[in-house]
C-alpha cells in the first residue's frame, strides 16, 4: 500500500533528493542503534524518499532483467530457427536421396525387364537398409550441390540470415565430408553409379521437356541486376532438374507391378493429380519445387537448352549471359563441370525415356570392365551360367577365372580391371576353345592345339588367386582327338568338339568311357577339318562348319548327316538359335549367313564386317546376335531386322588376327569381346 | 577370299592343323605397325630357332631398350607356364615343403601380405601369378609401346624371382627341367637376358653354366 502513496508523490523525490541521501546516510548508521531510538528519527517524508528511491532502482532493475529476457529469448528463438532449418535440410537431404534412390530402382527394374523380360530381384542390388546414404560419387555430389543451393535460396526468402546459412553450410560441409570417408562396397557403388549415370542422362531429357513447358507460362518477375540473375538462373536450372527427376518417375508407364506400392500408384496417376496417393514426402517436395519453379519460371529465358542438358558450354552460357557475381561463379562452375562430364560420358548411350516403352526402347553397351592378364592374343572366353564371372582361354597356354565383382578402379575412371581368380594350367600349347557345363556343375572344358580336351572343376567365386594349388581342380582329360581341337560345345552333360585331325566328337566328359560317338565327313585324309561345330535342335543333332565352307548337320542318334550344304566361303564359326531352326555361321569373306535348319535354304546372308567374321554369340533369348572379326569390331545385330545396332571397336591387332571370340551372358546383361592383343572385354 | 591374292594374312584359321599354327612368313619388323610389333618380332624370332638366343636378343635399332626388356619378359613368364606345368606333375606340397634351389636359402613367397613360406608348387604359381598382374597392371604397364622409367625398374624383382623357378627346378626335378631345357631352351636365354642387360646381379645366378658341366660359385646376395 505504500508504493501508491509514493507514486503520487513522485513529484516530491525530484525535490529532495539531496535530503534522500542524508536521510539514508542517517538510517544506514542508525541500523546498529536499538529500534525505538531509530523510529524516533524517521520522518515521514524521508521514509517516503526513501521508499521512492527503492522503487526506482528496483524498476530499472526490472527493466534490465526484462530487456535480457526478451534477449535470451531471441536468442532461443534463433537457436530454435537455426535447429529447425537444420532439421528441415536434413530432411530434404534424405528426401533427395530416396528420390534417386527410387529413381535409380526403377531405371534398374525397367532396364532388366526390357532387357530380359524378367522381372529384376531389388535384393540383389539393393544395399542393406541400414546402411547409411551416403554419397560420394561425384555424379552425386552435382546433385548434393543442386540441393543445397536450393535449400539456400529457399531459406533465403523465408528470411533467414546469412550467418545462419553460413553456419549451416558448414556444418553441412562437415556431414557431408564424414559421410565422404565411409567405405563403400566398390561393387556397389559402381553398379550404382553406371545406373546412375543412365538415370541422369534420361533426366537430361526431361529437362528439356520441362523447358519447353515452362516456357509457355506467363513470365512473372523481372530480371534482377548482376549477381542475383545468376543465382535465379541457376537455380531453376537445378529446380528443373530434380523437377524433371520427378516427371521421370511418374511418367513411368511401365508394369512396375513388383517394385511396391508406391510404383504402382504413381504410374497409374498423371503427375498433377498425384497428391494424396503418392508418399507424403515425395508430395511435400513436389510443392516446393512447384512454388519455385512458379515464382522463377522466368529463369527460363536462357532458353530451351539448360546447361544440364548440354554440358559446359550450356553452362558458360550462363555465366557469360549473366555477368555473373563473384561469389557464385565460382561455385557453378564446378557443379555444371561435374554435370559436363556426367552428360559427356554418357553420349554414346541412345536412350531416352521419354520415348522409353517395350517397342523402341534400345540398349546401348558399354565397356566397363577391361581383363588384363594374360601374355598372349585370347581366343575364346564363357560366361559362367549364372554368376558375374567368366572364364578366358588364351595362346599363352592357360585359362583365367574372372570375378567381375571383384575389380580394381583403373586410373582414368571409365572402366574397371579385374584381377583373375584363378589361372589354370595343364594345357602344353596354346588353349583354342571354352566351353561352359550345365548351371550347377561348376564345371568347364578346353580345348587346346595340344589335341586335349580337358574338364576343369571351377574354383568357387570367392577363391583368393595366392591360394595353395588344388590339384582337384583338374578334372579329366579326353584324348582321343590327335589334333587341334578347334572348337567346343556342351549341352545336357555332352560336349562337342571339333578338331583338325578331320573329326567332331560327341562325349560325356564324366563318365568312364567318355567318348560318345565320333563324326566325320568323308573318310579320305584329306577332306577338309571342321572348323567349329554346335548343338542344334534341342542338342539332339549337331551343326558343323567346316573350313571349305560346307555346313552339315548330324543326327547325333545315329551319327549320320541329315542336311549338307555348301558355301564358297571358309567358315569359322557356327552358332544355332536357341528356339528356331536356324543356323548362322560366319565366314571368312566377310558374310554371316543364317540357314534354315529343316531346309537348308539359306535364309539370309549379308556382309557383316570389314574383315573376316571371327566370333558369334547368339543372345539367350534369340533376339540379337553378337558378332566379332578381324576388322576390330564387335557387332551387335537385330536378328529380327538383321540391322547392326550396335558397333564396338574393342581390340588391337596382333599380325592380321584381332577380335577372336565373343560371347553373351546366359542370365545378367553382359556382353564379352576376346582380342588377340590379350585383352578380353566385358561391355554392359 | 575377298583380300588380294598377293596379301598374306597372318592368321590362325579355326581348323588349321597344329603343325600349321603360326606358320606363316616372316614379317619384317619395319613393316609391323601393329603396338603389339615386339611381341610379334620376338615371337617370330623364336619360332624360327629357339636356340638361337643371339638372334632372339638382338634389339632392333631404334628400339625403346625398355619396352623390349619388357616384352621379352612377358614372354619369359608366358613360356614358363610350361616349366610350371611340367612341375605341378611331381613337385608336391608335401615333397617340397619350401622353395629353395640350394641349401642355403628359403624363399619367402612375395604374393601375399606378409611373406609366407609357401611350398614350392605355391611359390611358382603364385609368382607367376603375380608377374602375370603386375605386367599387365594399367597402372605401371598402361601402354606396350613406351614405358616410365619407374616400371622398368619393376622388371629386375620379377626376374629374380623367376630366375628361383628355373633353380627350383634345377635342384629339385632335374628331369623335368632337361627335358623343358631341351625343348625351349628357355632358362639358358632368361639368363643370356638378365646377363647382358644387367638387370639381375651375377652373383644371384646360382645355376651352373648349362652348356659346360662347369659349376660356379653358389654364394648368393
Given at each position: 500500500?505504500?508504493?501508491?502513496?509514493?507514486?503520487?508523490?513522485?513529484?516530491?523525490?525530484?525535490?529532495?533528493?539531496?535530503?534522500?541521501?542524508?536521510?539514508?546516510?542517517?538510517?544506514?548508521?542508525?541500523?546498529?542503534?536499538?529500534?525505538?531510538?531509530?523510529?524516533?528519527?524517521?520522518?515521514?517524508?524521508?521514509?517516503?524518499?526513501?521508499?521512492?528511491?527503492?522503487?526506482?532502482?528496483?524498476?530499472?532493475?526490472?527493466?534490465?532483467?526484462?530487456?535480457?529476457?526478451?534477449?535470451?529469448?531471441?536468442?532461443?528463438?534463433?537457436?530454435?530457427?537455426?535447429?529447425?532449418?537444420?532439421?528441415?535440410?536434413?530432411?530434404?537431404?534424405?528426401?533427395?536421396?530416396?528420390?534417386?534412390?527410387?529413381?535409380?530402382?526403377?531405371?534398374?527394374?525397367?532396364?532388366?525387364?526390357?532387357?530380359?523380360?524378367?522381372?529384376?530381384?531389388?535384393?540383389?542390388?539393393?544395399?542393406?537398409?541400414?546402411?547409411?546414404?551416403?554419397?560420394?560419387?561425384?555424379?552425386?555430389?552435382?546433385?548434393?550441390?543442386?540441393?543445397?543451393?536450393?535449400?539456400?535460396?529457399?531459406?533465403?526468402?523465408?528470411?533467414?540470415?546469412?550467418?545462419?546459412?553460413?553456419?549451416?553450410?558448414?556444418?553441412?560441409?562437415?556431414?557431408?565430408?564424414?559421410?565422404?570417408?565411409?567405405?563403400?562396397?566398390?561393387?556397389?557403388?559402381?553398379?550404382?553409379?553406371?545406373?546412375?549415370?543412365?538415370?541422369?542422362?534420361?533426366?537430361?531429357?526431361?529437362?528439356?521437356?520441362?523447358?519447353?513447358?515452362?516456357?509457355?507460362?506467363?513470365?512473372?518477375?523481372?530480371?534482377?541486376?548482376?549477381?542475383?540473375?545468376?543465382?535465379?538462373?541457376?537455380?531453376?536450372?537445378?529446380?528443373?532438374?530434380?523437377?524433371?527427376?520427378?516427371?521421370?518417375?511418374?511418367?513411368?508407364?511401365?508394369?512396375?507391378?513388383?517394385?511396391?506400392?508406391?510404383?504402382?500408384?504413381?504410374?497409374?496417376?498423371?503427375?498433377?493429380?498425384?497428391?494424396?496417393?503418392?508418399?507424403?514426402?515425395?508430395?511435400?517436395?513436389?510443392?516446393?519445387?512447384?512454388?519455385?519453379?512458379?515464382?522463377?519460371?522466368?529463369?527460363?529465358?536462357?532458353?530451351?537448352?539448360?546447361?544440364?542438358?548440354?554440358?559446359?558450354?550450356?553452362?558458360?552460357?550462363?555465366?557469360?549471359?549473366?555477368?555473373?557475381?563473384?561469389?557464385?561463379?565460382?561455385?557453378?562452375?564446378?557443379?555444371?563441370?561435374?554435370?559436363?562430364?556426367?552428360?559427356?560420358?554418357?553420349?554414346?548411350?541412345?536412350?531416352?525415356?521419354?520415348?522409353?516403352?517395350?517397342?523402341?526402347?534400345?540398349?546401348?553397351?558399354?565397356?566397363?570392365?577391361?581383363?588384363?592378364?594374360?601374355?598372349?592374343?585370347?581366343?575364346?572366353?564363357?560366361?559362367?551360367?549364372?554368376?558375374?564371372?567368366?572364364?578366358?582361354?588364351?595362346?599363352?597356354?592357360?585359362?583365367?577365372?574372372?570375378?567381375?565383382?571383384?575389380?580394381?578402379?583403373?586410373?582414368?575412371?571409365?572402366?574397371?580391371?579385374?584381377?583373375?581368380?584363378?589361372?589354370?594350367r595343364?594345357?602344353?600349347?596354346?588353349?583354342?576353345?571354352?566351353?561352359?557345363?550345365?548351371?550347377?556343375?561348376?564345371?568347364?572344358?578346353?580345348?587346346?592345339?595340344?589335341?586335349?580336351?580337358?574338364?576343369?572343376?571351377?574354383?568357387?567365386?570367392?577363391?583368393?588367386?595366392y591360394d595353395p594349388y588344388d590339384p582337384a581342380v583338374q578334372?579329366?582329360?579326353?584324348?582321343?582327338?590327335?589334333?587341334?581341337?578347334?572348337?567346343?560345345?556342351?549341352?545336357?552333360?555332352?560336349?562337342?568338339?571339333?578338331?583338325?585331325?578331320?573329326?567332331?566328337?560327341?562325349?560325356?566328359?564324366?563318365?568312364?568311357?567318355?567318348?560318345?560317338?565320333?563324326?566325320?565327313?568323308?573318310?579320305?585324309?584329306?577332306?577338309?577339318?571342321?572348323?567349329?561345330?554346335?548343338?542344334?535342335?534341342?542338342?539332339?543333332?549337331?551343326?558343323?562348319?567346316?573350313?571349305?565352307?560346307?555346313?552339315?548337320?548330324?543326327?547325333?542318334?545315329?551319327?549320320?548327316?541329315?542336311?549338307?550344304?555348301?558355301?564358297?566361303?571358309?567358315?569359322?564359326?557356327?552358332?544355332?538359335?536357341?528356339?528356331?531352326?536356324?543356323?548362322?555361321?560366319?565366314?571368312?569373306?566377310?558374310?554371316?549367313?543364317?540357314?534354315?535348319?529343316?531346309?537348308?535354304?539359306?535364309?539370309?546372308?549379308?556382309?557383316?564386317?570389314?574383315?573376316?567374321?571371327?566370333?558369334?554369340?547368339?543372345?539367350?533369348?534369340?533376339?540379337?546376335?553378337?558378332?566379332?572379326?578381324?576388322?576390330?569390331?564387335?557387332?551387335?545385330?537385330?536378328?529380327?531386322?538383321?540391322?547392326?545396332?550396335?558397333?564396338?571397336?574393342?581390340?588391337?591387332?596382333?599380325?592380321?588376327?584381332?577380335?577372336?571370340?565373343?560371347?553373351?551372358?546366359?542370365?545378367?546383361?553382359?556382353?564379352?569381346?576376346?582380342?588377340?592383343?590379350?585383352?578380353?572385354?566385358?561391355?554392359? | 577370299?575377298?583380300?588380294?591374292?598377293?596379301?598374306?594374312?597372318?592368321?590362325?584359321?579355326?581348323?588349321?592343323?597344329?603343325?600349321?599354327?603360326?606358320?606363316?612368313?616372316?614379317?619384317?619388323?619395319?613393316?609391323?605397325?601393329?603396338?603389339?610389333?615386339?611381341?610379334?618380332?620376338?615371337?617370330?624370332?623364336?619360332?624360327?630357332?629357339?636356340?638361337?638366343?643371339?638372334?632372339?636378343?638382338?634389339?632392333?635399332?631404334?628400339?625403346?631398350?625398355?619396352?623390349?626388356?619388357?616384352?621379352?619378359?612377358?614372354?619369359?613368364?608366358?613360356?614358363?607356364?610350361?616349366?610350371a606345368?611340367k612341375l605341378q606333375a611331381e613337385c608336391k606340397p608335401e615333397t617340397c615343403t619350401q622353395m629353395t634351389?640350394?641349401?642355403?636359402?628359403i624363399f619367402l613367397c612375395?604374393a601375399h601380405?606378409?611373406?609366407k613360406e609357401c611350398p614350392a608348387i605355391d611359390y611358382t604359381r603364385h609368382t607367376?601369378?603375380?608377374?602375370?598382374?603386375?605386367?599387365?597392371?594399367?597402372?605401371?604397364?598402361?601402354?606396350?609401346?613406351?614405358?616410365?622409367?619407374?616400371?622398368?625398374?619393376?622388371?629386375?624383382?620379377?626376374?629374380?624371382?623367376?630366375?628361383?623357378i628355373?633353380?627350383h627346378a634345377?635342384?629339385h626335378h632335374?628331369?623335368?627341367?632337361?627335358?623343358?631345357?631341351?625343348?625351349?631352351?628357355?632358362?639358358?636365354?632368361?639368363?643370356?637376358?638378365?646377363?647382358?642387360?644387367?638387370?639381375?646381379?651375377?652373383?644371384?645366378?646360382?645355376?651352373?653354366?648349362?652348356?659346360?658341366?662347369?659349376?660356379?660359385?653358389?654364394?648368393?646376395?
Amino acid at each position: 500500500m505504500k508504493i501508491p502513496t509514493a507514486m503520487d508523490d513522485s513529484s516530491v523525490s525530484h525535490h529532495n533528493g539531496g535530503q534522500v541521501g542524508s536521510q539514508i546516510g542517517v538510517s544506514v548508521n542508525n541500523k546498529q542503534n536499538d529500534e525505538p531510538s531509530q523510529s524516533v528519527q524517521y520522518s515521514i517524508p524521508g521514509i517516503l524518499h526513501f521508499i521512492q528511491h527503492e522503487w526506482a532502482r528496483f524498476e530499472l532493475e526490472r527493466s534490465q532483467w526484462e530487456v535480457d529476457r526478451a534477449e535470451f529469448e531471441a536468442r532461443i528463438a534463433f537457436l530454435q530457427g537455426e535447429r529447425k532449418g537444420q532439421e528441415n535440410l536434413k530432411n530434404d537431404l534424405v528426401r533427395r536421396i530416396k528420390m534417386l534412390e527410387y529413381a535409380l530402382k526403377q531405371e534398374r527394374a525397367k532396364f532388366h525387364k526390357l532387357k530380359y523380360g524378367v522381372e529384376l530381384q531389388q535384393g540383389d542390388v539393393r544395399p542393406p537398409p541400414e546402411e547409411p546414404p551416403a554419397e560420394p560419387e561425384p555424379a552425386e555430389r552435382a546433385q548434393w550441390k543442386q540441393g543445397r543451393q536450393l535449400i539456400k535460396q529457399y531459406l533465403q526468402e523465408i528470411g533467414y540470415t546469412d550467418t545462419i546459412l553460413d553456419v549451416r553450410s558448414n556444418r553441412v560441409r562437415a556431414l557431408l565430408g564424414l559421410n565422404n570417408e565411409e567405405v563403400e562396397n566398390p561393387n556397389y557403388r559402381n553398379y550404382d553409379k553406371q545406373q546412375h549415370d543412365r538415370c541422369d542422362y534420361s533426366m537430361n531429357h526431361m529437362v528439356r521437356k520441362y523447358d519447353y513447358d515452362t516456357g509457355k507460362e506467363p513470365r512473372k518477375s523481372g530480371v534482377s541486376a548482376g549477381g542475383g540473375y545468376n543465382e535465379e538462373g541457376l537455380s531453376v536450372q537445378e529446380t528443373a532438374a530434380v523437377f524433371a527427376n520427378f516427371e521421370f518417375l511418374t511418367n513411368q508407364e511401365m508394369d512396375m507391378d513388383e517394385i511396391d506400392d508406391l510404383d504402382a500408384k504413381q504410374s497409374h496417376h498423371p503427375p498433377g493429380k498425384q497428391g494424396e496417393e503418392v508418399d507424403h514426402e515425395a508430395e511435400e517436395v513436389l510443392n516446393e519445387l512447384n512454388l519455385l519453379t512458379e515464382r522463377e519460371a522466368d529463369g527460363g529465358g536462357q532458353g530451351d537448352e539448360y546447361p544440364v542438358g548440354s554440358g559446359s558450354s550450356g553452362g558458360s552460357a550462363v555465366a557469360a549471359g549473366a555477368g555473373a557475381g563473384a561469389g557464385e561463379a565460382d561455385e557453378e562452375p564446378l557443379a555444371l563441370g561435374e554435370l559436363a562430364q556426367l552428360t559427356v560420358s554418357n553420349e554414346p548411350e541412345a536412350y531416352d525415356v521419354a520415348s522409353a516403352n517395350k517397342e523402341s526402347f534400345r540398349k546401348t553397351w558399354n565397356a566397363k570392365y577391361t581383363l588384363r592378364s594374360h601374355f598372349d592374343g585370347v581366343r575364346a572366353l564363357a560366361f559362367h551360367p549364372t554368376e558375374p564371372a567368366l572364364v578366358t582361354a588364351s595362346e599363352d597356354h592357360t585359362l583365367k577365372l574372372w570375378n567381375l565383382q571383384r575389380t580394381v578402379p583403373a586410373k582414368k575412371s571409365a572402366g574397371l580391371d579385374v584381377e583373375p581368380l584363378y589361372t589354370f594350367r595343364a594345357h602344353t600349347a596354346p588353349v583354342l576353345c571354352l566351353a561352359m557345363g550345365a548351371p550347377r556343375s561348376e564345371e568347364c572344358f578346353s580345348g587346346g592345339l595340344d589335341g586335349t580336351i580337358r574338364v576343369w572343376n571351377l574354383p568357387p567365386p570367392t577363391a583368393d588367386p595366392y591360394d595353395p594349388y588344388d590339384p582337384a581342380v583338374q578334372g579329366a582329360v579326353l584324348r582321343d582327338h590327335t589334333d587341334a581341337v578347334w572348337s567346343l560345345s556342351s549341352a545336357h552333360g555332352r560336349l562337342l568338339s571339333a578338331s583338325a585331325d578331320g573329326t567332331v566328337r560327341l562325349w560325356a566328359p564324366r563318365a568312364a568311357r567318355p567318348l560318345l560317338s565320333t563324326l566325320r565327313a568323308d573318310e579320305s585324309p584329306t577332306a577338309p577339318a571342321p572348323a567349329a561345330a554346335d548343338f542344334a535342335d534341342a542338342a539332339s543333332r549337331a551343326a558343323v562348319v567346316y573350313r571349305d565352307g560346307t555346313l552339315l548337320l548330324y543326327d547325333l542318334e545315329t551319327g549320320q548327316p541329315v542336311l549338307r550344304v555348301a558355301c564358297d566361303s571358309p567358315a569359322h564359326r557356327v552358332r544355332s538359335h536357341p528356339t528356331l531352326p536356324l543356323l548362322v555361321t560366319a565366314h571368312e569373306d566377310r558374310h554371316i549367313r543364317f540357314w534354315d535348319g529343316v531346309s537348308g535354304r539359306c535364309a539370309h546372308t549379308m556382309v557383316a564386317h570389314l574383315d573376316a567374321v571371327t566370333g558369334l554369340a547368339l543372345d539367350p533369348n534369340g533376339l540379337f546376335l553378337l558378332s566379332g572379326s578381324h576388322d576390330c569390331s564387335v557387332r551387335l545385330w537385330n536378328l529380327d531386322t538383321k540391322t547392326c545396332v550396335q558397333e564396338i571397336t574393342a581390340h588391337r591387332k596382333k599380325f592380321d588376327e584381332s577380335i577372336l571370340d565373343v560371347a553373351f551372358h546366359p542370365l545378367r546383361p553382359y556382353i564379352a569381346s576376346a582380342g588377340a592383343d590379350g585383352l578380353a572385354k566385358v561391355f554392359v | 577370299m575377298a583380300v588380294e591374292a598377293v596379301q598374306i594374312l597372318r592368321r590362325n584359321r579355326p581348323g588349321s592343323k597344329a603343325k600349321d599354327f603360326c606358320r606363316w612368313p616372316d614379317e619384317p619388323f619395319e613393316e609391323m605397325d601393329s603396338t603389339l610389333a615386339v611381341q610379334q618380332f620376338i615371337q617370330q624370332t623364336i619360332r624360327r630357332d629357339p636356340s638361337n638366343l643371339e638372334a632372339i636378343l638382338k634389339m632392333p635399332e631404334a628400339q625403346d631398350e625398355g619396352v623390349w626388356k619388357y616384352e621379352h619378359l612377358r614372354q619369359f613368364c608366358m613360356e614358363l607356364n610350361g616349366l610350371a606345368v611340367k612341375l605341378q606333375a611331381e613337385c608336391k606340397p608335401e615333397t617340397c615343403t619350401q622353395m629353395t634351389a640350394t641349401e642355403q636359402w628359403i624363399f619367402l613367397c612375395a604374393a601375399h601380405k606378409t611373406p609366407k613360406e609357401c611350398p614350392a608348387i605355391d611359390y611358382t604359381r603364385h609368382t607367376l601369378d603375380g608377374a602375370a598382374c603386375l605386367l599387365n597392371s594399367n597402372k605401371y604397364f598402361p601402354s606396350r609401346v613406351s614405358i616410365k622409367e619407374s616400371s622398368v625398374a619393376k622388371l629386375g624383382s620379377v626376374c629374380r624371382r623367376v630366375y628361383r623357378i628355373f633353380s627350383h627346378a634345377y635342384f629339385h626335378h632335374r628331369a623335368i627341367f632337361d627335358a623343358f631345357e631341351k625343348e625351349t631352351h628357355l632358362c639358358k636365354r632368361f639368363t643370356y637376358f638378365v646377363t647382358k642387360y644387367s638387370i639381375i646381379s651375377k652373383d644371384i645366378l646360382i645355376l651352373p653354366k648349362l652348356d659346360d658341366e662347369q659349376p660356379v660359385g653358389e654364394s648368393e646376395a
